[in-house]
């Protein structure tokens, strides 16, 4: 394990040297045109400190992945030496690291963990297309769309493809004030158009307007795939 690690320690330390220099030249430009002094202070304070903010997050992150491939060890033994100089690994370690820079939310670090866990040991069928797209909806995602889709996977497993209602899904995420409750049905419809759940047959009015109360939703199969890829459990 150690080589391995190795590997993406020095790869992941490479990937964080490059990936922000032209934000931080664009950047840079625009605090300049701040008057009276202020652009000059935020830049001593936001330069000073961004990359050292930075490489604590990302050393974190890869300390928390050293941890998650220590536990399958066995699999990853399996992994060729050549795999790790490959364009495929290149593409998801430099994709994972440029993301966890920037990342703030433990939900979607710990879903770029996942990700490049998956690569490593996960189903070597997966092509790498639909492992790109899942990557990429990570950009997309909140703690709001991962929990809702975690909820919906465990019915799906537990009770074989149940419906859950909108009304359910916003009490077991505590979801009471209309706001909270708008942005759950907004993650619905997020997940919805990825094609990570469907809604069950539509409710509507005399007057055809949604009843939104009485709609229902279900995890998909690719949802389910989406959530094993990350490695959430369901």
């Known amino acids: 394990m150690a080589k391995e690690e190795r590997k993406i320690v020095k790869r992941a330390a490479e990937v964080v040297l490059s990936a922000g220099e032209r934000i931080a030249i664009a950047v840079r430009s625009g605090l300049q045109l701040i008057p009276f002094g202020v652009g000059s202070a935020i830049e001593t304070w936001y330069f000073g400190t961004i990359d050292a903010r930075r490489l604590k997050r990302i050393d974190e992150w890869i300390s928390v992945l050293k941890t998650d491939l220590g536990l399958l060890e066995d699999e990853c033994r399996s992994v ?121 047959p539509i409710p509507l009015e005399q007057d055809g307007r949604l009843v939104k109360a009485k709609q229902a939703f279900r995890c998909t199969e690719l949802g389910a795939e989406f959530l094993a890829f990350i490695r959430l459990p369901a």
């Open 80 to 200: 060729p030496e050549t795999f790790f100089e490959s364009d495929e690994f290149a593409y998801f370690l430099e994709g994972t690291i440029r993301r966890v820079s920037f990342e703030v939310a433990e939900e979607k670090l710990a879903a770029l963990r996942g990700v490049l866990v998956s690569v490593v040991v996960g189903n070597p069928s997966l092509e790498f297309d639909k492992k790109s797209s899942f990557l990429k909806t990570v950009d997309v995602m909140e703690g709001v769309h991962l929990s809702v889709l975690q909820l919906l996977a465990s019915r799906r497993l537990e009770e074989g493809q149940e419906f859950v209602g909108y009304p359910e899904i916003c009490g077991v995420l505590g979801a009471t004030k209309e706001s909270d409750i708008n942005f759950v049905y907004s993650a619905l419809d997020t997940l919805a158009n990825r094609e990570f759940v469907l809604s069950g």
